[in-house]
């Protein structure tokens, strides 16, 4: 009796899923942090170890503010560190999910991250094993040709040893002569110039990593990462409309009628070229028929001609105001770590598939959000207890019609 006593509230816990941590991890937190570096916020590796109490943790995740109340040492130091930025509160997240999201963190720090890539050089993100497919396809056809060297050494010593016990066998056919190596050549390369093909076919009008050079060098890691310049300020539309809209040159103005010299850290391009910040501002004033000196606009403006980087083809809908507003989502998501980049490239390749699988994996913020009000059975299985969470794939989110009508 007193065995079962012990078993079954042990059986009762729920072990914390890394799996679905990750998932909750890219959607809460993957915009300030990272496991294994500081970006806007600390690296998260071995986090469990620096809070005194695993529940003190919790309440910081869920109310940061209510942490720096209570005087918690260690909460103001690191308060104070990252200049008085205050943590975002994240009440929607249960005490299973930050579990979830610490187990991700416990398996990810055990992984040391790999060097970093060149956007553009192949298709993975930074901190990714690059692809060896064309190695391994390379080593395998070393490996047929050393076979049918091998078989063709093994025919002529066999004729030898024939010619030497006196038993009158043929002559081997030659290589280039031989019907079942011709054969299996053909469809090897048949196989491989179709596999080629259509890998080729599927990838047409994607663009991962695509990074054009633009009229003037702009920074986002400069004015989103060092600045800390809400994505929001400039790119007004993300939150209100379908298309998150380019800035016009007023909304730089606003700064750059004040910021006329650049002293920030030293501008790079992806060649390695060194950009003179000051001068592309300068570009910048040349732009608006900005006079500086005089602080006056002096000559009629242009438009400065960006390049767009991120094109969906015309038959696919997407509103960003409705992954910003009603999905809680993060610019990072689709955008990656845009607050390191001073280029812009296209960090994820936009594709179907891409686009399916996060609307699998993703939890909706489902409680106290409006705009999931008419799910009432949704709803109801939540309170039931027979659902901890809602994906974007239960409320529709994978249906034909919601991205292509």
């Known amino acids: 009796m007193l ?7 042990f059986s009762s816990v729920k072990a914390a899923d890394p799996a679905k941590g990750k998932a909750t991890f890219q959607t809460n937190c993957a915009s300030c942090h990272n496991v294994h570096k500081k ?3 600390p690296a998260l590796a071995g986090v469990e170890g620096r809070w005194s109490d695993k529940k003190l943790l919790h309440q910081w995740i869920h109310n940061s503010a209510s942490v720096l109340a209570s005087g918690d040492k260690y909460a103001n130091q690191l308060f104070a560190e990252y200049n008085k930025q205050a943590m975002p509160a994240f009440a929607g997240l249960s005490d299973g999910d930050i579990d979830d999201i610490l187990a991700y963190i ?15 050089n192949e298709g993975k993100a930074e901190g990714e094993g690059a692809d060896n497919s064309l190695l391994f396809g390379i080593i395998t056809l070393i490996l047929a040709v050393v076979a049918l060297i091998l ?6 010593l066999n004729k030898l040893a024939a010619d030497k016990d006196g038993v ?5 056919v030659p290589f280039y002569k031989n019907k079942a190596y011709l054969a299996l050549i053909i469809l090897v390369l048949f196989m491989v110039g179709g596999y080629f093909t259509i890998n080729g076919a599927i990838n047409l009008g994607r663009q991962k990593n695509y990074m054009p050079e633009q009229p003037i060098f702009y920074s986002h890691k400069v004015h989103a990462g060092i600045n800390q310049i809400n994505c929001l300020y400039c790119h007004a539309g993300a939150e209100k409309s379908k298309i998150a809209m380019i800035p016009s040159e007023n909304i730089c103005m606003n700064c ?7 002293s920030g850290p030293e501008l790079v391009t992806a060649e390695g070229k060194k950009v003179n910040g000051t001068a592309e501002i300068a570009k910048l004033y040349d732009y608006v028929g900005w006079d500086p000196e005089k602080a006056a606009y002096t000559k009629p403006g242009r438009p400065i001609e960006w390049t767009k980087i991120h094109n969906l083809p015309d038959h696919v809908y997407f509103n960003h105001s409705q992954h910003i507003v009603a999905g809680k989502q993060q610019c990072q998501t689709c955008h990656g770590a845009i607050t390191e980049m001073d280029e812009v490239h296209q960090f994820a390749d ?10 699998r994996t993703t939890k909706v913020q489902f409680a106290d959000n409006n705009y999931y009000s008419i799910f009432e059975k949704l709803h109801q299985e939540m309170k039931d207890g027979k659902i901890d969470s809602v994906t974007v794939e239960m409320v529709g989110g994978t249906d034909c019609q919601k991205c292509h009508y």
């Open 3 to 9: 065995c079962a006593s012990i078993v079954i509230p």
């Open 39 to 41: 970006l806007t916020g």
């Open 106 to 120: 416990q398996v990810e720090e055990k992984n040391v991250p790999g060097p970093k890539t060149v956007p553009g």
């Open 151 to 156: 078989m063709q050494i093994n025919s002529n």
């Open 168 to 172: 009158p066998t043929p002559d081997p």
């Open 256 to 262: 750059h009628k004040a910021i006329k010299e650049y």
């Open 350 to 359: 936009l594709s179907m598939g891409w686009c399916i699988n996060c609307h």
